[in-house]
Nanobody, 123 residues
Framework: QVQLVESGGGLVQPGGSLKLSCAAS????????MGWYRQAPGKQRELVAT???????TYASSAKDRLLISRDNAKNTVYLQMDNLKPEDTAVYYC?????????????????WGQGTQVTVSS
């Protein structure tokens, strides 16, 4: 069983910064891809950024210049640094992972989701 726990959300003024963290726990040897999605009120969940175990990253084009995703493979943790936040960044941010190798050697291609952390950008 893989669990993803996010932290770091909150209320921030426009132009401010936040850093989200997501730690994966369970019988995990490695995780192929970890990343972040977000869902704003009344909208579909959308990709924010992903980071593969080998170091490749992808970003949503809408916020690419204001985001930095990073990862600590040893800790099975992924981070999202968000700068110059705008009101349209307000959403619940979800940690996501796929491609888990367990400590007993099994590979699971399932998708795992965290419970989400609220980010509100408002003055």
């Amino acid at each position: 069983q893989v669990q993803l726990v996010e932290s770091g959300g909150g209320l921030v003024q426009p132009g401010g910064s936040l850093k989200l963290s997501c730690a994966a726990s369970g019988s995990i040897t490695s995780i192929n891809v970890m990343g972040w999605y977000r869902q704003a009120p009344g909208k579909q969940r959308e990709l924010v950024a992903t980071f593969t175990r080998t170091g490749s990253t992808t970003y949503a084009s809408s916020a690419k210049d204001r985001l930095l995703i990073s990862r600590d493979n040893a800790k099975n943790t992924v981070y999202l640094q968000m700068d110059n936040l705008k009101p349209e960044d307000t959403a619940v941010y979800y940690c996501w992972a796929t491609g888990v190798v367990t400590t007993w050697g099994e590979f699971f291609n399932s998708q795992y989701w965290g419970q989400g952390t609220q980010v509100t950008v408002s003055s």
